[in-house]
Every structure is written in C-alpha cells, then in structure tokens.
C-alpha cells in the first residue's frame, strides 16, 4: 500500500469524528462568470533568484507599474517592467526581512517578525524608516507573518494580520494586533473565529488568515480557510462583524479530529488539506472596485497531481457576493490586479525553483 493511501486511511477515520462546519451556509443564486483569458505575463528572475511565490507583487509609482520579487536568501529586491517584464533592477535590502507588504499609498512595508522590526520603504528608493514592534507577552505571540497577511498603517498605527499553529487552546489565540507608534504600545485584540474552538483545523494551512485592507473605509477583512464568512475589523471602532461570502462550491468543511489535544504531521496537515474545501487569499481591485476571495475545492491527490482547483467568488464594492467563477486547472491561488486584469500564476509543477514565473490575464464577465 502506498505511503499517501495509508494516509488517507488515518484521515477518514479521524474525520468519522470530525466537526463539519455548515454554520451561516446560504442558498446560492449568484451568477456564474466567465474567466476570459486576454494575455500573459512571463518573469525571468536571474538565476541567483530562486521564484519565491510568496514574496511577489504589484506596485503602481507615478504613471509606472512594477513587478517585484524578493529573494528572502539573499535579502534582495529585484524590479520588473510590468508592461514590458523587461528586468529593471536589483535592489540589496541593509537587513533581512521575512517578507514583505505592498500599501497602497505607494510604500513597501518589510518585516522582519522574530527580531520585532517593520522597516518602512517609500519612493522605491535606499530610504526607510525603522519601526521596532514593543512585543512584551511572549505567551500571546503569534508564530510569523507572511505576504498573504500583510502589515497595514493607519494614523499613527501599524496593523498586522498574522497566525498562530497549533491546536490546544488553553491560552488565547490571536490574528491582529494594533501597534501605537506615539505611546510604544501593542494592542492584541483580534482573536481567532469561535469555529476554531470547535474542533482540531490540524494546526496548519486552515490556521493562516488571509487579509487585505480597504483604506476607502479603513477596514481589515478576513478570509479564514475554515470558514464560510468573512471577519471585518474596523480600525476606527476596533470591532469586528462576521458577513457571508461562501462559495456554491464548498458546502461544507470538515475539520482534522475534534481532538484538540491531538497534533497534526507535515504529512497528514497537506493531504488533509488536499481533500477538504477550505478558502484562502481576499484581495480588493481598485481599478474595478470590487473583491476576490479564493475557494479552494477538495480534490483526489494522485502521485501526478497536488492541486486543488479554485474559485474566484466576486463582491461589490459593499461585500456582496455578486458572482463566482471557477479556475482551470494548474493555475495557483494567488491573485495580483492590474488595470488590465487579474494576474494569476500558472504552475507547471517543475521542480526547478529558478523557472520563469509565468502569469495568465483574466478578466470576468457574466
């Protein structure tokens, strides 16, 4: 028998006493989208540049817009033409960061979160300013921050969506923290959704937050793997609603054991994932003033194949679902926006990290 079969063994019979969440399920009448493909893009990092998918993004400055990837090994920030995915620069960053952030008011926000640092670039220049993050509650810390959370100013405050792994809730778990810049204060106010004290979410990929923030109203949302919902936090009043904006896909989500005491493998948290619905990246596009929130549908792993396929489910401007559309297969779940469209990264599952990073252009319509 296969390693991945005998897997799977384990995984049915820890579901036989899993929680199945179905909370705030709706009946679905949205509209089906079309996913019209108008174009690629193809990036050619040196070959120093392993194509790390985790640390890219889209930065408009002046009447220009650049694609930029950074190389986490060597702490370098490398700068494409967008129009022409023409290399431009390289760009050696004064500390190591373990990722980065785009705002939209045209800054670079780098973090570096076991040393407790936000480092601040503007002007896509040498020039940055230091913010150190006065982290005192070690118990209440999470784990990391990574480019799918993102680090978010407002007035004289720095936001940062972040995650914690690990199953046994005896101590408070948290997925925002606020830092004053003006008094030196963290604030953790943001815990994890009630659906997480419920069950075992196998400790892993279903305990990141996914997030993206609003300036127009100055909102943080959500989207948690295990949930249906999205969380909104108001920066302003500090609270937080829950609103619907599941998939027609995804009726339920199971989780790993209602153990909760119980700790997933590597190897069991991957193929749970595999073969369960979850959700994944929300990202606002300014440029067509709407929303996109990724549905990841539960697939049969075979040795050829390791990934889901998505669903793009679309909201207004008011976070109501107005339509859904679903991926082809081998594109990822990463989501950049353009003023020509929505980029969307083809995977080739080649196993050389320094192959071109190659994008499709969408756009959708009814």
């Not at 990837?69 to 050696?92: G, I, M, P």
């Not at 953790?188 to 990929?205: T, V």
């Not at 909102?219 to 909104?232: D, N, Q, R, V």
Request: aromatic letters at 18%.
């Amino acid at each position: 028998m296969k390693f991945y079969n005998f897997i799977g063994l384990i995984l049915l019979s820890c579901w036989a006493c899993s929680y199945e969440n179905k909370n705030n399920m709706k009946e679905d009448n949205s509209i089906d989208y079309l996913s019209i493909k108008i174009g690629e893009k193809t990036f050619f990092p040196d070959e120093n540049t392993p194509a790390d998918w985790r640390n890219i993004g889209l930065l408009k400055h002046l009447d220009k817009i650049y694609f930029i990837l950074y190389n986490t090994e060597t702490s370098e920030l490398n700068f494409f033409d967008y129009e022409t995915t023409k290399f431009l620069k390289k760009q050696k960053l004064p500390f190591r960061a373990d990722g980065f952030a785009i705002a939209r008011d045209n800054k670079i926000h780098f973090y570096d979160y076991y040393r407790g640092i936000i480092y601040e670039y503007t002007n896509l220049d040498s020039c940055y300013v230091k913010y150190r993050l006065p982290i005192t509650n070690k118990q209440n810390t999470p784990t990391r921050v990574n480019l799918f959370n993102g680090v978010y100013s407002y007035k004289n405050s720095f936001y940062m969506a972040i995650y914690t792994l690990g199953e046994n809730e005896t101590i408070k778990r948290y997925t925002n923290f606020c830092i004053d810049i003006e008094i030196n204060r963290i604030n953790y106010d943001f815990e994890y959704p009630a659906e997480y004290l419920k069950a075992n979410w196998g400790g892993g990929i279903y305990r990141i937050g996914y997030s993206c923030f609003n300036k127009e109203c100055n909102k943080i949302l959500y989207s948690f793997p295990a949930l249906h919902t999205l969380e909104i936090y108001d920066c302003n009043t500090h609270k937080r609603e829950s609103i619907y904006a599941g998939s027609k896909y995804i009726k339920s989500i199971k989780s790993f054991s209602k153990n909760k005491t119980r700790e997933a493998t590597n190897e069991e948290q991957f193929n749970y994932f595999l073969e369960n619905n979850s959700y994944s990246m929300i990202t606002f596009d300014p440029y067509r003033n709407c929303y996109y929130r990724i549905g990841e549908l539960s697939t049969d792993q075979t040795s050829e194949s390791f990934l889901k396929q998505y669903s793009i489910i679309i909201l207004d401007d008011n976070l109501n679902k107005i339509g859904e559309c679903l991926l082809p297969w081998r594109l990822g779940s990463t989501i950049l926006v353009s003023p020509e469209g929505v980029l969307i990264p083809y995977i080739s599952q080649n196993k050389d990290d320094r192959e071109p990073m190659k994008f499709y252009i969408f756009k959708f319509q009814q």
